[in-house]
């Protein structure tokens, strides 16, 4: 495609509920990263992956959120028994090569998760 | 611990002005540093990426500045325009490792008012 696409754009849920965020990258975009930003915040890291590895999942904030990357393309982060605190706009973005913080990483417009 | 911090957290300026946009940080051992602007409810666009061993780098009407003694850098916008309404963003990355560890400022809002 022409740039990172993530759906949904909007998410509702409840508290306690499960959650799938999606992220499609650029294509050839080997490298893949999600952020979450909340209101006022620069994106906070959560994790990188590298193909179809997590490279880094240093930023994972508690063991509710995991994420995958099965083909090394299209990624979900998931989220498991939702919290307010959880509500934030999470970002991804894709870069062309792993394990180079010279890439330029291209973002995506983002899902912006509420929890009721 | 890595940090980034910018100033001002807001700023409104008349068309036509130039501004300029400041960020201090902490990271080390340090890689580089971005500078995106993020349009409302849309991801963050790099404008200028700088090393240590550059100064200055421009991008149309973006220059942007690096002292990497003092670590600190600027974002000046020349001749503002209505479409520069947007936070920009520091960021600034660790080399360790192999891995990237980007750490990003919290922005600063700038309203461009006609």
């Known amino acids: 495609g022409a740039g990172v696409s993530q759906t949904p754009s909007n998410k509702v849920t409840e508290k306690g509920k499960y959650v799938e965020l999606r992220c499609d990258p650029i294509?050839?975009?080997?490298?893949l990263y999600w952020y979450r930003q909340s209101l006022g915040q620069g994106p906070e890291f959560l994790i990188y992956?590298?193909?179809?590895?997590?490279?880094?999942d240093s930023g994972l904030p508690n063991d509710r959120f995991f994420a995958v990357r099965p083909e090394g393309s299209v990624s979900t982060l998931k989220i498991q028994r939702t919290e307010r605190g959880d509500s934030a706009v999470y970002l991804c973005?894709?870069?062309?090569?792993?394990?180079?913080?010279?890439?330029?990483?291209?973002f995506g417009p983002g899902t912006r998760l509420t929890v009721l | 611990k890595n940090q980034v911090e910018q100033s001002p957290q807001s700023l409104i300026i008349l068309e036509g002005k130039n501004c300029t946009l400041q960020?201090?940080?902490?990271?080390?051992?340090?890689?580089?540093l971005r500078w995106y602007k993020q349009d409302t409810g849309r991801g963050p666009v790099s404008l200028t990426i700088?090393?240590?061993?550059?100064n200055t780098k421009s991008n149309g009407r973006y220059t942007a500045t690096l002292d990497a003694d003092t670590k600190q850098s600027s974002l000046h916008i020349t001749a503002s325009q209505l479409s520069d309404s947007a936070s920009y963003i520091c960021?600034?990355?660790?080399?360790?490792?192999?891995?990237?560890?980007?750490?990003f400022g919290r922005g600063t809002s700038l309203i461009v008012h006609p």
């Open positions: 992956f590298q193909g179809t590895g997590a490279a880094d």
């Open positions: 700088m090393t240590f061993s550059e």
């Open positions: 973005a894709s870069s062309l090569r792993p394990g180079q913080s010279y890439n330029e990483q291209f």
């Open positions: 294509s050839g975009h080997t490298a």
């Open positions: 960020c201090n940080y902490t990271v080390s051992p340090f890689s580089n």
């Open positions: 960021v600034v990355s660790l080399a360790s490792g192999g891995s990237y560890i980007p750490t």
